[in-house]
Antibody, heavy 128, light 111 residues
Framework: QVQLQESGPGLVKPSQTLSLTCTVSGGSISSGSYFWNWIRQPAGKGLEWIGRIYTSGSTTYNPSLKSRVTISVDTSKNQFSLKLSSVTAADTALYYC????????????????????WGQGTLVTVSS | QSVLTQPPSVSAAPGQKVTISCSGSSSNIGNNYVSWYQQFPGTAPKLLIFDNNKRPSGIPDRFSGSKSGTSATLDITGLQTGDQADYYCGTWDSSVNAGRVFGGGTRLTVL
């Protein structure tokens, strides 16, 4: 059973960089057709996708956050990480890491993606 | 404002059926597969439906999904009080701002 666990500081000062790590257990981060994602949820609000990384290192980011986001992977530690720079109070949220299963459909309909495993989430508050 | 549109809330009595809609466009739902997630307060979302209408192992067949054009639907039959949660639809958006997108979420109340 794959498990994901977020870790990192729960409090970050405005203008600084938020750094979180997701540790994957129960399977190798390098195996299979999976993307590794960061998703956040402000209190009382909906889900916002931040970005994802493939084990090759290829990344895709939410265009609204792209200028401030870096996602990286460390296959030797079975971890992937998030850095979000120049944070403000608007970045205060519950941050989740999640695995994105990739399936190719041979009927010509292309690929499908779905988040099949999620971490429990870690609350990050931006405040001085 | 979310790319996908869901009703903020729905409600129904135990044993009844409820439908949650998710509306998008040709750049997202219209040309990509939809998944649905269930989230209880204080917990991480859980995959409920993938590839428009498939259930992961362990998800009861009371939950079903469908897609038509640029909209998707989650149906829950035989409602139970334990189904009271927030439900989110999600897919890929292939527009110039490509990426994963979610609906704003629907809170289900079982009366």
């Amino acid at each position: 059973q794959v498990q994901l666990q977020e870790s990192g500081p729960g409090l970050v000062k405005p203008s600084q960089t938020l750094s979180l790590t997701c540790t994957v257990s129960g399977g190798s981060i390098s195996s299979g057709s999976y993307f590794w994602n960061w998703i956040r949820q402000p209190a009382g609000k909906g889900l916002e996708w931040i970005g994802r990384i493939y084990t090759s290192g290829s990344t895709t980011y939410n265009p609204s956050l792209k200028s401030r986001v870096t996602i990286s992977v460390d296959t030797s530690k079975n971890q992937f990480s998030l850095k979000l720079s120049s944070v403000t109070a608007a970045d205060t949220a519950l941050y989740y890491c999640a695995r994105d299963a990739l399936t190719y459909h041979s009927d010509g309909s292309g690929y499908s993606y779905y988040f099949d495993y999620w971490g429990q989430g870690t609350l990050v508050t931006v405040s001085s | 404002q979310s790319v996908l549109t869901q009703p903020p809330s729905v409600s129904a009595a135990p044993g009844q059926k409820v439908t949650i809609s998710c509306s998008g466009s040709s750049s997202n739902i219209g040309n990509n597969y939809v998944s649905w997630y269930q989230q209880f307060p204080g917990t991480a979302p859980k995959l409920l439906i993938f590839d428009n209408n498939k259930r992961p192992s362990g998800i009861p067949d009371r939950f079903s999904g469908s897609k038509s054009g640029t909209s998707a639907t989650l149906d829950i039959t035989g409602l139970q009080t334990g189904d009271q949660a927030d439900y989110y639809c999600g897919t890929w958006d292939s527009s110039v701002n490509a990426g994963r997108v979610f609906g704003g979420g629907t809170r289900l109340t079982v009366l």
